[in-house]
């Protein structure tokens, strides 16, 4: 019976050390979550074959720093179930977005990304499809400079914005059409932004730019008229919006974007032509 007590209580101890181990690497990691969104473009539909999403982290440690991007142990692969995916960008507009995956990831820095897409990407235009050429360059995958800093025991979503119209280029000595991904990358809970509804209804579709310098910034409304621009940098932006043909296009100028805040607009009412 002694003996048995003994076991027990050795077992209790390992128990409650293996448990303190887990709660200790829980609290030096982050938790990622990474979707994708779009920026419009004049397109009925834009087909792109996502084959991985790659992370490259710095966990803060001098010894484990390596500048030289080609190192392919420095970048962690998110799995996908299927290997690859196709994700229309053209429903990512609004308020929509495609959740890519997750990782946890110790504390530190998230360097940089890579979005490595396949060689099956097409355009729908007044319902032809159009075949995107991919330079061979970006079989490796399309790096996305973000260094943010991540801190243990928090969840954080960072945002692939993949500009459509910025992105897909008709080249002038040929008729093909060649995609050259405009993309950048944000943390969801510390990004700046501008937010706000369009009225009418009958407006719709509706584009929405923000100017500020050389930084535009492009979205359009959802269904329920609501746009957000997010992952922005702060500052006086000017702010666009061109319906269609039957309504007036309006100009909102002054409109300040303070560090990591959102900006909510006045609703936006478009008048008839």
Do not use: H
Request: aromatic share 8%; hydrophobic share 35%; with cysteine.
């Amino acid at each position: 019976m002694k003996k048995t007590l003994n076991y027990l209580f050795l077992a209790m101890i390992a128990l409650v050390g293996f448990s303190c181990n887990n709660d200790d690497d829980a609290a030096g990691s982050a938790k990622v979550n990474f979707y994708l969104v779009d920026a419009p473009g004049d397109f009925e539909e834009v087909w792109i074959e996502v084959i991985a999403l790659r992370v490259k982290p710095d966990d803060g440690n001098e010894d484990n720093d390596v500048d030289d991007d080609s190192d392919e142990s420095s970048w962690v692969e998110i799995p996908y179930e299927d290997g690859s995916r196709y994700v229309n960008l053209m429903d990512l507009t609004g308020e929509n977005s495609q959740f890519l995956g997750t990782e946890n990831f110790p504390e530190g820095e998230i360097d940089q990304l890579r979005l490595v897409l396949g060689t099956d990407n097409y355009a729908v235009k007044a319902g032809k499809r159009f075949e995107l050429k991919t330079p061979s360059a970006q079989q490796s995958g399309l790096k996305i400079k973000l260094d943010e800093s991540i801190e243990g025991g928090k969840t954080y979503d960072i945002v692939i914005d993949f500009d459509v119209a910025k992105s897909i280029v008709i080249s002038g000595s040929s008729s093909n059409i060649i995609l050259k991904p405009v993309i950048r990358a944000y943390v969801k809970e510390a990004a700046a932004g501008i937010m706000g509804q369009v009225f009418p209804k009958g407006a719709q579709p509706v584009e929405v730019k923000a100017v500020k310098g050389n930084d535009e910034y492009n979205t359009s409304v959802d269904e329920n008229g609501n746009f957000k621009i997010q992952g922005i940098d702060d500052g006086v932006y000017k702010v666009t919006f061109t319906p269609n043909a039957n309504y007036k296009a309006i100009v909102k100028e002054g409109i300040l974007v303070e560090e990591g805040k959102m900006k909510t607009m006045d609703p936006i009412t478009l008048l008839p032509k």
